[in-house]
C-alpha cells in the first residue's frame, strides 16, 4: 500500500507538472475571445493554487500530528510500516502539485507562454492533426 501511495501521489504531481490532470472545463474549447480565455485561466489557475494550497496545509497538519507521537508511531499489522512513510507521501505530492499551480499562475499572470494541457484550442487540436502529431 506504501508502493501504490507513493506512486499515485508522484503521477500527480508529474500531470500537475504537465497540465494533464483530470478535469471537466470545457469552457477552455467553447470560448473563442482570447481575453475572456485569459480570465477564465486565471479564475481556473487561483482555484486550482487555492485548494492545493488548502489541501497542503492539512498534509502538514497530518505530518505534524504523526511527528507528534514519534516513539509510538502507528504502523500497519503486518510489516509495521509506519504510516509515516506513506504520509509523506500525501505531503510531497501535495507540495509539487502546489509548486506547480504557483508557477502556472504566475506565468500566466507575467504572459510567459507555456504549452498546459487542459487549455486546449480548437485551432491548435486541427493544425496538430494536419501535421500528424
Known amino acids: 500500500m506504501t ?3 507513493w506512486g499515485f501521489f508522484a503521477g500527480s504531481a508529474l500531470a500537475s507538472e504537465r497540465g494533464h490532470h483530470i478535469n471537466a472545463d470545457i469552457l477552455g474549447i467553447i470560448i473563442t475571445n482570447p481575453r475572456l480565455r485569459w480570465w477564465r485561466r486565471l479564475i481556473v489557475l487561483t482555484i486550482e493554487l487555492v485548494v492545493t494550497a488548502a489541501i497542503l496545509y492539512w498534509g502538514y497538519l497530518m505530518l505534524a500530528e ?4 514519534y516513539p509510538i508511531w502507528k504502523t500497519t499489522p503486518a510489516l509495521k510500516i509506519p504510516y509515516f512513510a506513506w ?3 500525501i505531503f510531497l505530492g501535495f507540495f509539487f502539485m502546489t509548486v506547480f499551480a504557483a508557477a502556472y499562475l504566475y506565468a500566466h499572470i507575467r504572459g510567459i507562454e507555456i504549452d498546459y494541457g ?3 484550442d480548437a485551432e491548435d487540436m486541427n493544425k496538430k492533426k494536419e501535421a500528424g502529431q
Open 3 to 5: 508502493a501504490c501511495f
Open 66 to 69: 504523526e511527528l507528534a507521537k
Open 118 to 120: 487542459d487549455d486546449t
Open 87 to 89: 504520509r509523506v507521501s
